[in-house]
């Protein structure tokens, strides 16, 4: 029987600036590894869209005319639609952050944020993980009350491997990652959990269970 390769998630990209749109659907397909089914320039033509086009997760700016990302995500959800959405705003605002994460959306990324951050922020919505822009936490915007408890499977094997002393280069070659997808993992865990330097991060995987005392 002959294996094949995994698919690459589709996304549906939503923002009302064009340019914004071929910008990030370029740098996302190269950079992420995702394939972009389609974008729509606003909230009203994405929903025409999701039925036809199908796709696996949806990235949706949050500031756009007519119906806002909010508001969409909500109609989403109301319908019962539960693929993940990741939102995109350039406002470093409590209350749109609140509001968005409570509206249902899987995650919020700043469009101040790294091209690296927000490639790391695509492939964990791709495949449903929370993901809060590191910014919003560090500025104390925004709390992430999963805290350890949210770290995911993969930032739990990074986090022990650290614990065991091993560097970026060496996790990235034991868990067969990007040294740059390490360092993102990395920093998730700073964000998420507060530990700022190897000694907090190996107490914190000793506390887990992640590793011997």
Do not use: C, W
Not at 10 to 25: E, G, N, Q, S
Not at 56 to 85: K, Q
Not at 138 to 150: C, I, N, P, Q, Y
């Amino acid at each position: 029987m002959v294996e094949t390769e995994n698919p690459k998630k589709r996304l549906l990209l939503v923002d009302d600036h064009a340019l914004m749109r071929d910008l990030l659907a370029r740098e996302l397909a190269e950079g992420a590894g995702i394939e972009v089914a389609g974008q729509a320039g606003s909230a009203e033509d994405a929903l025409e869209l999701i039925g036809p086009l199908d796709p696996d997760f949806l990235l949706v700016d949050v500031a756009m005319s007519g119906m806002d990302g909010i508001a969409f995500v909500e109609r989403l959800r109301a319908s019962g639609d539960m693929r993940p959405v990741l939102m995109l705003t350039m406002h470093r605002d409590r209350h749109i952050a609140h509001r968005a994460l409570e509206a249902g959306a899987t995650g919020i990324a700043l469009k101040q944020d790294t091209l690296e951050s927000l490639v790391f922020a695509v492939r964990q919505t791709a495949v449903g993980e929370r993901y809060i822009s590191a910014a919003l936490l560090e500025d104390g915007l925004l709390s992430d009350k999963g805290g350890v408890a949210s770290l995911t499977a993969r930032e739990r094997d990074v986090l022990a491997l650290i614990a065991q002393g091993q560097s970026t280069q060496a996790v990235s070659g034991t868990l067969g990652l990007s040294p740059r997808t390490v360092d993102a993992h990395r920093r998730n865990i700073i964000a998420k959990t507060g530990a700022r330097n190897a000694a907090h991060m190996t107490r914190l995987a000793i506390s887990l269970g992640l590793a011997d005392a």
